[in-house]
């Protein structure tokens, strides 16, 4: 069985800092893909990054890193300068394909505060 | 482009009524997914279809809810009939070419069911 974990209910950073959110996955499949998306306040999900389990480098979009660990399993995301505006609800999501499917399996979720 | 469309945003019904959710995927995008999301279960992925056939469906929860794709840029989600505990709120989400890829979440529908 695949899973994903999110072990951070919640987080508080000062704007301006750095901060890390964790996620650790399970799975036995050589080829899969990891994925974090954000859920502001409003309810939209919105994509920030992916990773394969075979690139060789760690995904950056912009002000967002994914932290890939593969021996460890984790998938930490990364984001550099908070703004007031990344506080939301953050998930992680791993791709899962098997015979008859091919789907997104998310974590439960981290709420991320920015104070000032 | 507008986005993924959904509607109604908000829906209000009563045990036993029937409820349909609506979804306009992206232009172009061949994959389209209804999710739902509640505190207790999280986000979950209900069914989705691939060039308007459903592919997997194991995530209904049961014969009440159904879902169809009757061309590429609709979707319906109905539930039939409604019961409290379908009260959620429900996602649609489109892709350029499966999960391998990003996907474009609707503004959702939030079900309260009384």
């Known amino acids: 069985a695949q899973k994903i974990t999110q072990t951070q209910p919640g987080m508080f950073v000062q704007e301006k800092e750095a901060v890390t959110l964790d996620c650790t996955y399970d799975?036995?499949?050589?080829?899969?893909?990891l994925f974090w998306y954000k859920q502001p306040s409003s309810g939209e999900m919105i994509f920030l990054i992916y990773?394969?389990?075979?690139?060789?480098q760690n995904a950056t979009e912009g002000r967002y890193s994914l932290n890939f660990q593969k021996a460890r399993k984790s998938a930490n995301l990364v984001i550099s300068a908070s703004q007031l505006g990344d506080s939301a609800m953050y998930f992680c999501?791993?791709?899962?394909?098997?015979?008859?499917?091919?789907?997104?399996?998310f974590g439960t979720g981290t709420r991320l505060q920015v104070f000032p | 482009d507008a986005g993924v469309i959904q509607s109604p945003r908000h829906e209000v019904t009563e045990m036993g009524q029937e409820v349909t959710l609506r979804c306009k995927p992206i232009?172009?995008?061949?994959?389209l997914f209804w999710y739902r999301q509640t505190m207790m279960r999280g986000l979950e992925l209900l069914i989705y279809?691939?060039?308007?056939?459903?592919?997997?469906d194991s995530g209904m929860p049961e014969d009440r809810f159904s879902a169809k794709m009757p061309n590429a840029s609709f979707s319906t989600l109905k539930i039939q009939p409604s019961e409290p505990r379908d009260s959620a709120v429900y996602f649609c989400a489109s892709s350029l070419a499966g999960t391998a890829y990003e996907q474009y979440f609707g503004p959702g529908t939030r079900l309260t069911v009384t």
């Open positions: 990773q394969g389990s075979y690139d060789q």
């Open positions: 999501a791993m791709r899962e394909v098997s015979y008859n499917t091919d789907k997104l399996i």
């Open positions: 799975t036995s499949d050589p080829s899969y893909g």
């Open positions: 232009s172009g995008h061949d994959y």
């Open positions: 279809f691939n060039n308007n056939v459903p592919i997997d």
